[in-house]
């Protein structure tokens, strides 16, 4: 584990030049130091890091980010905040040379501007790196244009006027990537629908289960685990999808459950609660009205 915490530290591994700006730094990446398969594999950095992506030699190389390999003639867009461990496996013993840009934020940078409350509320923060953005031409290029702003900015004399400008140029390049992944959620129908569809069977097979007794109800971060995507990135996925978040389905395969068990079987109200997971049958009575608008009593009632 790597850990930097300043641009400093990070220019000075990667033998770049000293940073212009203590807080804020855009290098080329064939200018960084080339990842090698000998040093350390695993990240942490202390400030934002905003980086495009293509591989010179993909032809001789197979990488894998998090769970998934990944084809690096394609512009790929990763984000990672402060404290977020970035890892990456190399499948042969040989550099790899990349092309791109990487740009680094420290979060002083941000403070006392609007962006320093506002940024996180971009989810792809915290996404995991196997979640990247790919990048067509056009839009790597508008995105590679906001980033050369950023750096022709802070590069020249430094007045009133620079954080403002760079902020305005930082949040156009956020909002352009919160645009790039709606249409991903959208285009790459074959990857996604196959996180669906075993999302579906995941729910299926979890309620469909008499351990559901001893273990609960499942919950949006043991979902996300068992898929190997991060909370945030299924959640909104599901959302472009279907248009429910990950705990709206969680629910909705709860209440179709629950109404089977209504509707076919004598048990108590109490009964079919413990059977789901709850531990209180009034929880459950007051999520089963909040959804259907008629308590479980009623439902069954209006069934028979």
Not at 67 to 82: A, C, K, L, R, T
Not at 95 to 105: M, T
Not at 118 to 126: H, N
Request: proline fraction near 3%; glycine fraction near 2%; charged fraction near 25%.
């Amino acid at each position: 584990m790597k850990r930097f915490k300043s641009i400093r530290e990070f220019h000075e591994f990667r033998q770049l030049p000293k940073p212009e700006h203590p807080l804020i730094s855009v290098a080329k990446v064939e200018s960084v130091m080339q990842l090698r398969s000998d040093e350390p594999m695993n990240w942490v950095y202390d400030f934002y890091c905003i980086a495009i992506k293509r591989s010179v030699n993909a032809k001789n190389i197979k990488l894998k980010y998090g769970q998934q390999h990944y084809d690096f003639n394609e512009g790929i867009m990763s984000f990672v905040s402060p404290n977020q461990v970035l890892s990456l496996s190399l499948y042969k013993d040989e550099e790899i040379k990349q092309s791109g840009w990487v740009l680094a934020i420290h979060p002083d940078f941000l403070w006392n501007t609007p962006l320093a409350k506002t940024i996180k509320r971009y989810d792809f923060w915290a996404y995991s790196v196997n979640e990247a953005l790919f990048l067509s031409e056009k839009e790597e290029k508008t995105i590679i244009g906001i980033i050369e702003n950023i750096q022709q900015e802070y590069q020249s004399i430094i007045d009133n006027f620079s954080q403002g400008i760079i902020i305005a140029h930082l949040e156009t390049l956020l909002n352009y990537a919160d645009r790039f992944y709606h249409r991903q959620f959208l285009t790459r129908k074959k990857a996604n629908h196959q996180i669906l569809d075993r999302f579906e069977k995941l729910l299926s097979d979890y309620f469909n289960n008499d351990d559901i007794i001893h273990k609960g109800l499942p919950t949006v971060q043991y979902v996300s685990d068992k898929l190997n995507v991060s909370v945030c990135y299924l959640s909104r996925l599901l959302k472009t999808l279907t248009g429910q978040t990950t705990q709206q389905h969680i629910h909705g395969e709860l209440i179709e459950k629950a109404k089977e068990k209504l509707s076919t079987t004598e048990l108590s109200v109490s009964e079919i609660a413990y059977e789901l997971g709850f531990e209180h049958s009034q929880s459950f009575s007051k999520l089963f009205k909040t959804k259907t608008k008629l308590s479980p009593l009623e439902f069954r009632q209006s069934f028979n």
